[in-house]
């Protein structure tokens, strides 16, 4: 074999193992201290329902009445499936969150369009194996109370005129 095809082989293998490594992307979480709804996100919430209805007359208030949220970085391990369509956005926070007893699935709290979102991951009826198997966001605002007692988290849709939902702490935070 000439010395010009084997340099030519062996660029395009470096070239080929370089594009291999370029497209493995890790997804990372990015503490920001400033970040209001992230420094506060942790914790457990409660449904007000009278806030809520006052937000919309229309709303379910029998869905989502409690929910707990406990950072853990290490659920972006189980997100790889994922990393493409998360790492151009910058993640604030990781980990799972709870709804009601039995549902448990790993979030991700991040930006898009300048606003808060909770994504979290979920199976399909299509594919119930896989934990992860789609993604789900609603929007996340945030009030600070006095005290951590009276934090008020905001729940609302993915469009910019969708009503929110108001959460409180559970007396145990």
């Known amino acids: ?10 660029a395009a293998a470096a070239l080929l193992s370089g594009i291999a490594i370029a497209a493995v992307v890790d ?17 457990d919430w409660t449904l007000d329902k009278t806030i809520t209805r006052q937000l919309n007359p229309d709303a379910d208030t ?10 853990d970085r ?11 369509e998360f790492a151009k956005l910058q993640i604030y926070s990781a980990g799972l969150i709870k709804f009601g007893r039995a549902e448990e699935h790993p979030y ?8 808060m979102h909770l ?17 789900k966001s609603k929007t996340v ?12 988290l905001f729940l609302g849709g993915t469009a ?8 409180t702490r559970t007396a145990t935070n």
């Open 108 to 115: 991700l709290l991040v930006n898009r369009n300048g606003n």
């Open 74 to 84: 290490t659920v972006l391990k189980r997100l790889t499936k994922h990393n493409e």
């Open 141 to 152: 605002f945030f009030a600070v109370g006095k005290n951590k007692r009276l934090d008020m």
């Open 1 to 10: 074999m000439s010395l010009l095809k084997s340099l030519s082989i062996g």
């Open 119 to 135: 994504v979290w991951f979920v199976p399909t009826d299509k594919d119930a194996a896989d934990p992860v198997a789609e993604s």
């Open 27 to 43: 997804l990372m979480v990015t503490e920001d201290p400033n970040n209001v709804v992230a420094a506060h996100f942790e914790g």
């Open 160 to 167: 910019t005129r969708d009503a929110a939902a108001a959460y």
């Open 62 to 71: 029998a869905k989502m009445l409690q929910f707990m949220v406990v950072p």
